[in-house]
Nanobody
Framework: QVQLVESGGGLVQAGGSLRLSCVVS????????MAWFRQAPGKERAFVAT???????VYSDSVRGRFTISRDNARNAVYLQMDNLKPGDTSVYYC???????????????WGQGTQVTVSS
C-alpha cells in the first residue's frame, strides 16, 4: 500500500508564500504521476497541478504562473511552491499518486490525508 503524507500548510496573508511537501512511501516514485488537488468547504475536489514521471507539468488556469509543482524521486517527495497566494486559494490541499496523469481525481489511486492552507485578506 502506497502512503502519502502532506505537510507545510498553514495560515498566510494574501501575497505570501507557502511550500507544501508530500512524502511517498513507495520506493519507485518515478513510476507514478503525482498531483495536487484542493477542496474548499462545500465544493468539489479541484485539480491544481500534476507532474509526470518525465517531469512534464500541467497547471490549472487559476494557479498557473503562481504555483510550481516539482518532484525529487531520490527523496520520494513532491512539492508545491505557492506564491502570491490569494484568499480564494484557501482549501485543504491533497497530494495524489497514480499511473495516469490528468485533472480528474479518478485517475489517481493513492491520496494523502490533506493539509490546510488558509489565506487571509
Amino acid at each position: 500500500q502506497v502512503q502519502l503524507v502532506e505537510s507545510g500548510g498553514g495560515l498566510v496573508q494574501a501575497g505570501g508564500s507557502l511550500r507544501l511537501s508530500c512524502v511517498v512511501s513507495e520506493r519507485t516514485l518515478s513510476n507514478y504521476s503525482m498531483a495536487w488537488f484542493r477542496q474548499a468547504p462545500g465544493k468539489e475536489r479541484a485539480f491544481v497541478a500534476t507532474i509526470r514521471w518525465s517531469g512534464r507539468t500541467v497547471y490549472s488556469d487559476s494557479v498557473r504562473g503562481r504555483f510550481t509543482i516539482s518532484r525529487d524521486n531520490a527523496r520520494n517527495a513532491v512539492y508545491l511552491q505557492m506564491d502570491n497566494l490569494k484568499p480564494g486559494d484557501t482549501s485543504v490541499y491533497y497530494c495524489a499518486a497514480g499511473r495516469v496523469a490528468g485533472p480528474d481525481p479518478s485517475y489517481y489511486d493513492y491520496w494523502g490525508q490533506g493539509t490546510q492552507v488558509t489565506v487571509s485578506s
